[in-house]
């Protein structure tokens, strides 16, 4: 996968508003508070459910690293979409093509996915099932599972040609 281009087609506002969010997801994973965050539990999930000492001994060790490599997914998301022509706000709904390497798809793939379970997490969103999905306040979590389900296709598709 890593010498084929995957194009990933926006509007410029929704391009605008994707590097707004990767940008507070990186601040996230990389500037932790020591106050606990469910989000960034629901990014580094317990290890050892039936064991609370275990799992957060667990935690204590590998957190770091797993907050890491979100981190360096994201700086790879980031770096796709700062190669983006910034227009004027009457351009907002114009199409910009982002260019997304084959051996950055992984990257874009953890990272969507990580930011909806961290918007899962402050939207109070336990499975697919728990909220209205008619609610506005929800538009962002189902627009980034729109956009994440297309990645995946893309990958699945991929896959299946190796």
Same mark, same amino acid.
């Not at 990767?22 to 500037?31: A, G, K, M, P, W």
């Not at 910034?86 to 199409?95: I, K």
């Given at each position: 996968?890593?010498?084929?281009?995957?194009?990933?087609?926006?509007?410029?506002?929704?391009?605008?508003?994707?590097?707004?969010?990767?940008?507070?997801?990186?601040?996230?994973?990389?500037?932790?508070? &020591?106050?606990? +965050?469910?989000?960034?539990? $629901?990014?580094?999930?317990? %290890?050892?459910?039936?064991? !609370?000492? =275990?799992?957060? @001994?667990?935690?204590?060790? &590998?957190?770091? +690293?797993?907050?890491?490599? $979100?981190?360096?997914?994201? %700086?790879?998301?980031?770096? !796709?979409? =700062?190669?983006? @022509?910034?227009?004027?706000?009457?351009?907002?709904?114009?199409?910009?093509?982002?260019?997304?390497?084959?051996?950055?798809?992984?990257?874009?793939?953890?990272?969507?996915?990580?930011?909806?379970?961290?918007?899962?997490?402050?939207?109070?969103?336990?499975?697919?099932?728990?909220?209205?999905?008619?609610?506005?306040?929800?538009?962002?979590?189902?627009?980034?599972?729109?956009?994440?389900?297309?990645?995946?296709?893309?990958?699945?598709?991929?896959?299946?040609?190796?």
């Amino acid at each position: 996968m890593t010498d084929q281009l995957v194009i990933l087609t926006l509007t410029r506002i929704e391009a605008t508003h994707l590097v707004d969010l990767v940008s507070q997801f990186r601040t996230l994973v990389t500037e932790q508070s &020591t106050d606990e +965050d469910p989000a960034l539990d $629901r990014l580094t999930p317990d %290890a050892y459910p039936d064991d !609370a000492a =275990e799992s957060q @001994e667990f935690r204590h060790v &590998t957190r770091g +690293d797993l907050l890491g490599r $979100r981190a360096h997914d994201a %700086a790879v998301v980031m770096g !796709a979409l =700062e190669r983006i @022509e910034h227009a004027d706000l009457d351009e907002a709904l114009a199409p910009v093509d982002i260019s997304i390497a084959g051996d950055e798809l992984d990257s874009w793939l953890r990272t969507l996915a990580a930011l909806r379970l961290v918007l899962a997490s402050r939207l109070g969103i336990d499975d697919d099932h728990a909220h209205d999905s008619e609610d506005p306040a929800y538009g962002l979590y189902e627009w980034l599972g729109y956009r994440l389900e297309g990645l995946v296709q893309v990958a699945d598709e991929r896959a299946e040609d190796e």
